[in-house]
């Protein structure tokens, strides 16, 4: 059971981000709902799956790693919490809400990304430190690849209303 949650759980981690990914970049709004929604039930899927993994094992585990996971489901609640927010900004269907979109799943990315590095680190034995300065750095690149994208849109919706 353990190892089915947790194969589910990376799984839909990892498809959350591609399509996050791919809804920030994307320009129709109408698409960018479609995908936000996908976005949201992976999370969902993410957070339920995540939570089965920790339960089949819970009294296994030592206090402080018990603690730790229980930090790990109030950020995917939140993470949710910020994707749900995304999708009723899209909902509306306004392009000049983009750079609140890109906020909500950027922050959304970033942990992800985050998540990802960390685990990396931790399953190859680095050393407390190295994990340290790889999530540290891991956030850095996901803050300027996030600020990068809404310069970008910022540039775009500028072009947009001189053209008009």
């Not at 900004?89 to 979109?101: P, S």
């Not at 891991?138 to 500028?158: C, D, F, H, P, S």
């Amino acid at each position: 059971m353990h190892t089915i949650a947790i194969v589910v759980h990376a799984t839909s981690a990892i498809a959350a981000f591609i399509i996050g990914v791919v809804l920030i970049l994307q320009r129709n709004v109408l698409r960018q709902l479609q995908l936000g929604r996908a976005f949201l039930v992976l999370l969902i899927l993410m957070e339920v799956f995540l939570v089965i993994a920790i339960l089949s094992h819970v009294t296994s585990l030592s206090t402080i790693t018990q603690i730790i996971f229980g930090g790990l489901v109030i950020l995917g609640l939140y993470m949710i919490w910020r994707a749900v927010q995304a999708v009723t900004i899209l909902t509306k269907q306004h392009q000049e809400d983009q750079l609140k979109v890109i906020d909500h799943v950027g922050f959304v990315l970033i942990s992800l990304f985050d998540g990802f590095a960390i685990v990396s680190a931790l399953d190859l034995q680095a050393p407390g430190w190295l994990v340290a300065v790889i999530a540290v750095g891991a956030v850095g690149i996901g803050i300027y690849g996030i600020n990068l994208r809404k310069k970008t849109l910022k540039m775009q919706m500028i072009q947009n209303s001189s053209s008009r």
